[in-house]
T-cell receptor
Framework: EDQVTQSPEALRLQEGESSSLNCSYT??????LFWYRQDPGKGPEFLFT???AGEEKEKERLKATLTKKESFLHITAPKPEDSATYLC?????????????FGKGTLLTVNP | GAVVSQHPSRVICKSGTSVKIECRSL??????MFWYRQFPKQSLMLMAT?????????EQGVEKDKFLINHASLTLSTLTVTSAHPEDSSFYIC???????????FGAGTRLSVL
């Protein structure tokens, strides 16, 4: 069974204080690892997809990296508007339904 | 691009009534649509997967007679919660993926409260 564990559950940062979120996963053959951002009372917003170990992707203050066992979401010099829950999900290879298995997320709060 | 619209955003109903939630892909054709349920501070739990023109595939433990899913076109899927009860109160979110794309794009969610 595919599993995703995110840590920490919650993270409080000061504006400008860089940090990283962790996503550990087990999957029967990885098709892709996904990062989403979710604001309170809203649906998840797609950020990145990573497909193979060593791959990195960047978007503004966010950079996602991938190894064979985990992914990190690095946040550089965060701003209050980066406050949200960040969700990690894996998609297994094989099958045709492209299901995602999500972690519980990391609630990030950035204080001004 | 890749916009998914979900309606309504919030619904309050009495116990025993049925509620329909719509999910539309606005700027792409959705080969597959997914329905999730999310409890506070919990992960998104997949309820069912539907492909256009086919019967939905439900996850283990999800009652197919209670949660009716229709995916009649490449841009519209509906979830009907039949005879809703207070324990069905939750946040329901749909997502969609286009042909050849493995990324799921999500709607804004529907907050269902059953009194």
């Amino acid at each position: 069974e595919d599993q995703v564990t995110q840590s920490p559950e919650a993270l409080r940062l000061q504006e400008g204080e860089s940090s990283s979120l962790n996503c550990s996963y087990t999957v029967s053959g990885l098709r892709g690892l996904f990062w989403y951002r979710q604001d309170p009372g809203k649906g998840p917003e797609f950020l990145f997809t990573l497909y193979s170990a060593g791959e990195e992707k960047e978007k503004e203050r966010l950079k996602a990296t991938l190894t064979k066992k985990e992914s990190f979401l690095h946040i550089t010099a965060p701003k209050p508007e980066d406050s949200a829950t960040y969700l990690c999900a894996v998609q297994a290879r094989g099958g045709s339904n492209y299901k995602l298995t999500f972690g519980k997320g990391t609630l990030l709060t950035v204080n001004p | 691009g890749a916009v998914v619209s979900q309606h309504p955003s919030r619904v309050i109903c009495k116990s025993g009534t049925s509620v329909k939630i719509e999910c539309r892909s606005l700027d792409f054709q959705a080969t597959t649509m997914f329905w999730y349920r999310q409890f506070p501070k919990q992960s998104l739990m997949l309820m069912a997967t539907s492909n256009e023109g086919s019967k939905a595939t439900y996850e283990q433990g999800v009652e197919k007679d209670k949660f009716l899913i229709n995916h009649a076109s490449l841009t519209l899927s509906t979830l009907t919660v039949t005879s809703a009860h207070p324990e069905d109160s939750s946040f329901y979110i749909c997502s969609a993926r286009g042909q050849g794309d493995n990324i799921q794009y999500f709607g804004a969610g529907t907050r269902l409260s059953v009194l």
